[in-house]
């Protein structure tokens, strides 16, 4: 499906979401008004504003990244490694740490990010919300100009749709049919605010989205046959 590019070429990611604050009641008056519009089609009327508030991480405009996990692989004397690291905690920091990243090692035209339905949500998102928050977009997620060519951009969930488009797969459901490990072990997305909000454990949330992210890799692994990551080849390294 790739066989002409390199996979230390490809940075995969997954970043966890939640929303800007614990409760809408937290919210400006006008803030409140906005979220109510913008969620007004999704809740028909079936659902209050403040009961919906819960979902409100899945909008950049109303919600915030809490972890962004990033994983490439190495080739050491033809020993496969890959390895993981996560950028955690206050959302400005961690972009640009993230942003750092991208420019010092994954910033040539060969450079492709990926990740699981990364083009409706995952790199969209980290730009809307580098924009936010005053920080320059790298030119990995500056599409503005670009044609669709030239956006270094792959998404595990478009591969498997082979050109089906209204067709949706979750990464669990992929990872379970195609016999790779479920990264869905502890908690899962429906779970990450209150474990932010009301468990205070980002160690917890960070182990998650690290899992999704190696999940994102042997799905790319196996759509080329290729042999899965064994746990002594997966190194997790702390993020300076």
């Not at 009641?25 to 409140?32: H, P």
């Not at 206050?90 to 942003?99: A, G, T």
Request: charged share 25%; proline share 3%; net charge negative.
């Amino acid at each position: 499906m790739l066989n002409k590019i390199k996979l230390e070429n490809i940075l995969f990611l997954d970043i966890e979401t939640v929303p800007e604050v614990a409760t809408f009641t937290e919210l400006s008056d006008l803030k409140k008004e906005l979220f109510a519009k913008k969620t007004e089609y999704q809740r028909k009327n079936e659902i209050s504003v403040e009961d919906f508030y819960d979902r409100a991480g899945i909008w950049a405009e109303f919600g915030k990244i809490i972890c962004i996990s990033v994983g490439y692989f190495v080739d050491l004397d033809g020993i496969r490694n890959f390895r993981l690291t996560s950028f955690s905690g206050d959302e400005k920091q961690l972009l640009i740490d993230f942003k750092q990243l991208l420019n010092n090692h994954f910033n040539k035209d060969h450079h492709l990010l990926c990740a699981h339905n990364g083009k409706e949500f995952d790199f969209p998102y980290i730009a809307r919300r580098m924009i936010i928050n005053s920080v320059t977009l790298p030119s990995k997620l500056n599409l503005f100009g670009k044609k669709p060519w030239e956006v270094a951009h792959l998404d595990t969930l478009e591969l498997w749709k082979f050109g089906d488009y209204k067709h949706y797969t979750s990464l669990n459901l992929l990872t379970n049919i195609l016999g790779i490990p479920s990264p869905k072990q502890d908690i899962d997305g429906s779970q990450v605010a209150n474990v932010f909000y009301e468990e205070n454990d980002l160690d917890r949330i960070v182990k998650y989205c690290e899992r999704d992210t190696l999940a994102v890799a042997q799905l790319l692994l196996r759509f080329n046959n290729l042999e899965l990551l064994q746990e002594n080849e997966i190194v997790t390294i702390p993020s300076s």
